[in-house]
């Protein structure tokens, strides 16, 4: 682990295995109270020095991080492949999309600021000047999940040390070797010791340490929605930031762009074997193009090159563990047996499932309720827009959703009506670029990520006035 800018090891390892084979590829520690405590500690006595940078010092960390991030490149994706089982030519990609997120967070530690407040407005304010100040809260706990290791640690870590606060990173168990290297990254880079201290081990007993540790003032959470709501419930006055998934839906009528529709579904549906929030879980098709979009569909799905996550040639790989697999497995099995039809995948070796394509599921099923978190896309057909709306919001969450039409109105309508976080036209729900908005609504969560809005949510403005 890395707490106070040193290594801290404790008498229990934990070997981290290749999801894809289970071979060794490194091995941590686990966390005991008494570690959990001292990060903590460490990250209160560094706050102070954070809360005094300039704004411009802590851009710089992050300007020069960026710079260390794009060098170390491969030995990055090499470790985040190794930790979560993702193909490499993906893993590479998450490293340039980390780099985009500390390059953000660098370019928004300069643009923190408060506002002029009209005083004089009211008859009592005659005289008075005020103004408002953004000022960092002290400590942020950011626990973070497997499937993006680094960019979705980075999505907490970069706006923290932009508004000027220190952190306790808790990475997911099976994947923290990245948060290991990027810590060491951002102290080669100039962050002061214990401005960023990571630890690792079991997520229930070190998660609940965390919200419950006085010196903690902020959670920001990514995962499971029973996990994030027993994090709200037990955070008290603390400040919660809470992204909790999905099960992502998308939209196709009967004018769409075909050419530029299928693809896009194929890779929203199967990228990282569909471990990713947005991952596209439904496809609603007008009927009068449910076979061609059906058939383009499968054509493309079965190319999809099934392997090795280090091999550059690999389209799909593991699931995060074997026990994961088989129970997205066991949802397909469910699933045909209410009826669904098995048109493709559906097999499993090991911690690896066939991308597997599902059609006429039904709408009480897991896979049509529920997050799979896996290869394994539902296609129905609707007969009208209308209906196709009240398929998408029949879902208990909300965090993003898509829509391929060459009609506006039917576009805009659809954005309107959808209960979603994110609404993409001509585009899937997989889309995310890293400066957005980026959160949901009902069981998707609260709050926003993306630097511009995680630095909103990880500073307090205070009120400053003046009786001149």
Known sequence: MRIGGRDVTTDTPIPIHLPYDGSDVGTVFEATKDVVDEAVEAAAAAAPRMRALTLDERSTILRRAW???????????????????????????????????????????????????PMDASPGGKGRWGMTIREPLGVIAAITPFNFPLNLSMHK???????????????????????IRLARLLEAS????????????????IGDQLVFHPGVAMITFTGSPEVG??????????????????????????DADLEKAV??????????????????????????????????FLTLTSKLRIGHPFDAQTEVSSL??????????????E???????????????????????????????????????????????YDSLGEAIELVNRSEYGLQAG??????????????????????????????????????????????????????EMTEPKLITWNV
Not at 157 to 174: E, F, L, M, R, Y
């Open 67 to 117: 710079e260390k991030l794009n060098a170390d490149r491969e030995e990055m994706a090499m470790a985040v492949s190794s930790e979560c089982g993702k193909p490499i030519r993906e893993a590479r990609t998450e490293v340039d999309r980390s780099a985009q997120t500390l390059l953000f967070s660098a370019e928004q530690a300069h643009r923190i600021h408060g506002e002029v407040v």
């Open 320 to 333: 995060i563990t074997e026990a994961e697999a088989r129970r997205v497995a066991g949802w397909v099995e």
């Open 335 to 381: 699933a045909v047996g209410q009826g669904a039809h098995l048109v493709a995948g559906g097999q499993r070796r090991r911690a690896t499932l066939e991308p597997t394509v599902l059609t006429d599921v039904s709408p009480d099923s897991r896979i049509s309720c529920l997050e799979a978190f896996g290869p394994v896309v539902a296609v129905n057909s």
């Open 263 to 296: 693809p896009r579904s194929v890779t929203g549906s199967f990228a990282h074997s569909g471990q990713v929030c947005i991952s596209v879980q439904r496809i609603f098709v007008n009927r009068k193009i449910r076979e061609e979009f059906l058939d383009r």
């Open 229 to 254: 709501m027993r994090i709200r419930n037990l955070a008290g006055l603390k400040k919660v930031t809470l992204e909790l998934g999905n099960n992502s839906a998308v939209i196709i009528e009967d």
């Open 403 to 456: 829509i391929y039409t060459r009609d506006l109105e039917k576009a805009f309508a659809a954005a309107r009506q959808v209960q979603v976080g994110g609404f993409h036209i001509n585009e899937v729900p997989q889309y995310r670029l890293d400066q957005m908005p980026y959160g949901g609504v009902k069981r998707s969560g609260i709050g926003r990520e993306g630097p511009k809005y995680a630095v909103e």
């Open 157 to 179: 870590i970069g706006p923290a040390i932009a508004a000027g606060n220190a952190v306790v990173h808790k990475p997911a168990s099976s994947t923290p070797i990245s948060a």
């Open 190 to 205: 100039g962050l002061p010791p214990g401005a960023l201290n990571v630890v690792t081990g079991p997520g229930g007993a």
